[in-house]
């Protein structure tokens, strides 16, 4: 049983939609708002949301996917296209999708708790789920389904067989809260840290504040620390409160470091003192298990069994970490988080990867559903079915114990040991493996054996802020304009295929690579987007033609020796891009050799000029301004001139990521973005202060030595001890690109929060850190660059650009993508 179920006529009732309806009997059990992340396809009631993209634009690829349901604006006037599709025609999709979640919510009469707050929403959910579900049958948000419409499909999935619901709010402007109040429709409130995050939607921090407690204004119990209150009086029938070393109902006394590397608090509660040996130490964590142990104290729960259940909690992984495997596979590993709605989440990141055609699932049984066990699998296997997964293997009794539901390739065993001891006789070669298991069937062992064995220095890739800085580039551009990428260079250094990846799945126009290799390389990694190459090797056109790759010209040698590989290959109307010169004086036509150009290709019909373009020098620096407007009313006339002549438009593109910031006059029919992906932007706008950082190099402490005061340190004994104290050695030096520059002091790394010195040459292969009074062990985790000790940061100390660290970082340094 799903846990909703209406007729497309009573969804029309429920919000107000007129309608062509030639199937209204059609049961609706899932909502879908995007065309790419589809299950279920004959029960989806599809929304065409208007945001950066018009959702009507997906219906043709919806509809084709087998979906048949549609609510979309009342001006839609295509649906005579669809003749067997029903079509609720609305104002506004959206609010459509909130009136119908809002009549699910209505029908549940059991308690729903509430978070928000600035930081610490899902943690704090996720660990309500974990000590909640010992009593209680519990359904939460999937992972940080938080907006606007994240909040309506987890509202949606509440149905009678739950005793309890946990639903995550987050909001960025004023106002956007009555919304999700009015669909969520709380009994119980808690406000988690109140921090940062967001503070440019609001005239203010209390403004902030003000508008995440219209969330709970009609709660029965509100559970909040006073800290973050700022002397606004709690909302709520009831409150409780919690606090570290200050009057609250729950109070921190004390806080120690224990033996088993945790944290033991000390708290006062009723006037009674309890401790509480927690497995974490960051301050972040410790905030957010107060706040927990607060909530089951306010709902009565027995104070000693809720200290035994925090003293059982658990790390909550948020993220999907994509890494490369054994036998030329990727591997995909999303353990310790499993229902329903994660793994659906997990199976659509397993369908970007478009490098490998065959598709392996592993999962574990899934726990503590509330959902009778055959319904349970057989509601798995239709989502395999409908997700295109190839093969299934099984680890668990109940999923084995089910596996004639699944029409597959299949295998299945009891628990994880058998899996691992028969392992090397599966035949895992060439594919993309998904690892979805529940905690207590350490599916980390298995991830062990699948991964590459690897350097230990990381480069992290965050693919979510990735995908998070590309939409906030796209929502500078004007109506129409599109985008190319630039994935040249490897990337910036963060890998090819796993960045082309997602921004294919994203929709981006056009992709750039430098040399046609790489673009050789995408192609087979399934990489279907038009790749405009921007340095073609002449010796290498035959191999980009096979590959429908796209070459930028900036000579008429190059033109001419391109027609002649076309007239070999027998092609005629080959996209090209024609590069013009307006000031950077490095490759480009220059204004006085249009004509010649245009009297080669005006009658030639063995290429098709695809686009036009130029580099600005310097759309950063605003002392330059008027240079860079001179290149632009350069690029304007000559473009001009080149589509009057050719008698056909052309796609105009001269913006890079700093112009994309600064000079919207500069966007014409696209824009490059580059670095401004990861997180980097020149311009120094005050709006680029929402971009999240996308790389994060890690490495680790081999070795720890005590010195004294004049011992020497490293080759030539360039790094003396000023006084006694310890060195570290971690595992990174040049030949990972961490520049020999940064040796003796220059360069510095993050251990536990503290900013460290290095000592001495860096080496070929580690270098040395000046750890002296600061607590630091054996395999601790180091930081070379993150959000807080930057990419720019390091490249200041070089002297150099961004560009040059990303770039310089080895291939030997292993890369893993993840996906929040």
């Known amino acids: 049983m799903y846990h909703s179920e209406y007729s497309v006529h009573q969804i029309q009732h429920i919000i107000q939609a007129e309608g062509i309806i030639p199937l209204p009997n059609t049961l609706i059990r899932t909502l879908a708002f995007d065309s790419r992340k589809l299950s279920d396809e004959h029960h989806t009631l599809f929304f065409a949301l208007n945001g950066r993209r018009n959702g009507e634009a997906y219906i043709k690829e919806a509809y084709n996917k087998g979906l048949r349901n549609f609510v979309v604006r009342h001006n839609f006037k295509d649906s005579s296209s669809f003749p067997d599709a029903n079509f609720l025609l609305v104002e506004n999709p959206l609010e459509a999708l909130q009136m119908l979640a809002t ?5 549940f009469d ?35 389904y938080n907006s606007q419409i994240g909040v309506p499909i987890s509202v949606w999935n509440i149905g009678e067989d739950h005793d309890l619901a946990i639903i995550e709010a987050g909001i960025s402007l004023k106002d956007e809260m009555d919304a999700l109040a009015g669909i969520i429709q709380p009994t119980i409130g808690v406000l988690t840290n109140i921090g940062e995050a967001h503070n440019e939607g609001f ?61 033991t608090l000390t708290a006062l509660f009723k006037e009674r003192e309890m ?18 142990w607060a909530v089951l104290l306010a709902l009565d729960y027995d104070p000693h069994i809720v200290v035994q259940w925090l003293e059982k909690l658990h790390t909550v992984n948020m993220r999907m970490e994509l890494k490369k495997g054994i036998h030329n596979c990727s591997v995909i590993d999303d353990s310790y988080s499993l229902d329903l709605s994660s793994l659906g989440i997990a199976l659509d990141f397993l369908n970007q990867q478009k490098q490998h055609s065959k598709k392996t699932l592993i999962l574990s049984d899934i726990p503590e559903t509330g959902i009778p066990p055959r319904i349970l699998y057989q509601q798995v296997a239709d989502l395999l079915r409908s997700k295109q997964v190839d093969r299934l293997i099984g680890v668990g009794d109940d999923i084995s114990a089910f596996s004639s539901l699944f029409q597959l390739e299949k295998q299945f065993f009891t628990d994880t040991q058998s899996l691992l001891s028969a392992i090397s006789d599966i035949a895992l070669n060439d594919e993309a493996i998904l690892l979805k298991g529940a905690r207590k069937f350490k599916f980390e062992h298995i991830s062990k054996i699948l991964t590459q064995k690897v350097h230990e220095t990381i480069l992290e890739i965050n693919l979510s802020a990735l995908e998070a800085n590309l939409n906030h580039y796209k929502a500078k551009l004007k109506p129409g304009v599109k985008l190319m990428a630039m994935v040249k260079a490897f990337s910036y250094g963060s890998g090819s295929y796993e960045i082309a990846n997602i921004l294919q799945f994203n929709r981006v126009d056009y992709l750039a690579v430098a040399y046609a290799d790489e673009g050789v390389s995408l192609r087979q990694a399934g990489i279907t987007l038009p790749i405009m190459v921007m340095n073609p090797d002449v010796d290498g056109f035959e191999t980009m033609i096979e590959n429908d790759l796209e070459p930028e010209i900036y000579s008429l040698r190059v033109m001419n020796s391109f027609f002649n590989a076309l007239s070999s290959a027998n092609r005629t109307n080959y996209p090209v891009h024609i590069k013009l010169d307006t000031g950077m004086h490095r490759l480009g036509f220059a204004p006085e050799e249009i004509e010649a150009l245009l009297a080669l290709i005006s009658e030639d019909n063995r290429v098709t000029v695809r686009s036009a373009f130029s580099h600005l020098t310097s759309s950063e620096d605003d002392s330059s301004d008027h240079f860079t407007r001179q290149q632009i009313d350069l690029f304007s006339a000559m473009t001009s001139k080149l589509e009057s002549t050719l008698g056909y438009s052309i796609i105009k593109h001269i913006a890079n990521t700093s112009a994309i910031s600064r000079l919207p006059e500069a966007q014409f029919d696209m824009v490059r973005l580059g670095i401004g992906l990861y997180g980097i932007d020149s311009s120094h706008s005050l709006d680029n202060s929402a971009l999240e950082t996308v790389a994060r190099l890690v490495t680790c402490v081999s070795q720890i030595k005590e010195l004294r005061k004049g011992d020497t340190v490293g080759y030539n004994r360039r790094g003396v001890m000023m006084h006694d104290g310890k060195v570290a050695t971690v595992k990174i030096g040049y030949a990972d690109g961490y520049n020999r520059k940064l040796g003796n002091g220059i360069g510095h790394m993050l251990i536990n929060g503290h900013l460290v010195p290095t000592i001495g040459s860096i080496c070929m292969d580690m270098c040395m850190l000046d750890v002296t009074d600061i607590p630091v062990e054996e395999g601790d985790e180091v930081i070379v660059f993150d959000s807080r000790h930057t990419v720019s940061h390091i490249a200041r100390q070089l002297e150099t650009i961004p560009y040059e660290i990303l770039t310089g970082i080895s291939q030997r340094v292993k890369r893993v993508y993840y996906y929040e």
Request: net charge positive; hydrophobic share 35%; proline share 5%.
């Open 203 to 263: 005239a203010s921090k209390e403004a902030k504040l003000k508008e995440k407690l219209k969330l709970f204004a009609d709660v029965d119990l509100f559970v909040y620390s006073p800290k973050y209150m700022e002397g606004i009086h709690p909302p709520g029938r009831r409150q409780f409160s919690w606090a570290f070393k200050q009057t609250a109902d729950l109070c921190i006394i004390r806080q120690d470091d224990n033996q088993n590397n945790g944290t």
């Open 103 to 107: 009549a699910q919510r209505r029908l």
């Open 275 to 292: 401790t509480c040996n927690l497995p974490f130490k960051d301050a972040a964590s410790i905030e957010n298990v107060v706040c927990c």
């Open 110 to 144: 059991r308690p729903v708790i509430a978070i928000t707050g600035s930081n610490g929403k899902t943690i704090v959910k996720e660990w309500l789920y974990q000590l909640l579900g010992h009593y209680k049958r519990v359904i939460r948000s999937p992972k940080s």
